[in-house]
Nanobody
């Protein structure tokens, strides 16, 4: 059984930083694709950052480019999301997602087989 467990969320002021972690267990971690999504109250869940765990290919949604960085530590089966210069509009529940079948649909929720329960990020102005 695949498990994804997120951590690192919290409440910060605008301009500050947070680092989210997602630990994966229960399946072969390498050569898969993982992503961070977020969902604000009343809004659709949206893809934020994507990484191919078999290499370092990464993609970001436009609103976080230059501020967020996705990275991985395969030895720890962990994917990180470093978030800098946080803005109030970054406030959301952040979810980790994984799939063993990578595709070009990086931001499609249906493309991911496994999801974590989320970690809350709140940014105040």
């Amino acid at each position: 059984q695949v498990q994804l467990v997120e951590s690192g969320g919290g409440s910060v002021q605008a301009g500050e930083s947070l680092r989210l972690s997602c630990v994966a267990s229960g399946y072969g971690y390498s050569h898969n694709c993982m992503a961070w999504f977020r969902q604000a109250p009343g809004k659709e869940r949206e893809g934020v950052a994507f990484i191919y765990t078999g290499g370092d290919t990464a993609y970001y949604t436009d609103s976080v480019k230059g501020r967020f960085t996705i990275s991985q530590d395969n030895a720890k089966s962990t994917v990180y999301l470093q978030m800098r210069s946080l803005k109030p509009e970054d406030t959301a529940m952040y979810y980790c997602a994984a799939t063993s079948t990578c595709s070009s649909y990086h931001w499609a929720r249906w493309a991911y087989d496994y999801w974590g329960r989320g970690t809350q990020v709140t940014v105040s102005s």
